[in-house]
């Protein structure tokens, strides 16, 4: 059974850091590509960022460029989101989810499973 796991969030001011985590379990994490996806109240879900599985190459949405970074370590089945500066507009339910793509996708009908999503508030 797949089991996805983030931790990290929390409440932060503005142009404050967090980092997520994602802990996977349930089949070998190192051959899925993982990525973030956040729900901001009242809109739909949005993709952040994303790492491949094949070449650990990312991808990362406009709005978060140059301040979010994903990186994934396969030792220890872990996926994490790092965010700086980060903006009032930045706080939403983030979810962690992996998939089979080859690639670092920002389709969410490329992951299969999902976690339970952690809460980011960020003050101004």
């Known amino acids: 059974q797949v089991q996805l796991v983030e931790s990290g969030g929390g409440l932060v001011q503005a142009g404050g850091s967090l980092r997520l985590s994602c802990a996977a379990s349930?089949?070998?994490?190192?051959?899925?590509?993982m990525g973030w996806f956040r729900q901001a109240p009242g809109k739909e879900r949005e993709f952040v960022a994303a790492v491949s599985w094949s070449d650990s190459s990312t991808n990362n949405a406009d709005s978060v460029k140059d301040r979010f970074t994903i990186s994934r370590d396969n030792a220890k089945n872990t996926v994490y989101l790092q965010m700086n500066s980060l903006k009032p507009e930045d706080t939403a339910i983030y979810y962690c989810?992996?998939?089979?793509?080859?690639?670092?996708?920002?389709?969410?009908?490329?992951?299969?499973?999902w976690g339970q999503g952690t809460q980011v508030t960020v003050s101004s």
């Open positions: 349930g089949r070998t994490f190192s051959r899925y590509t």
């Open positions: 989810a992996e998939g089979l793509s080859f690639y670092a996708s920002t389709d969410h009908g490329s992951y299969d499973y």
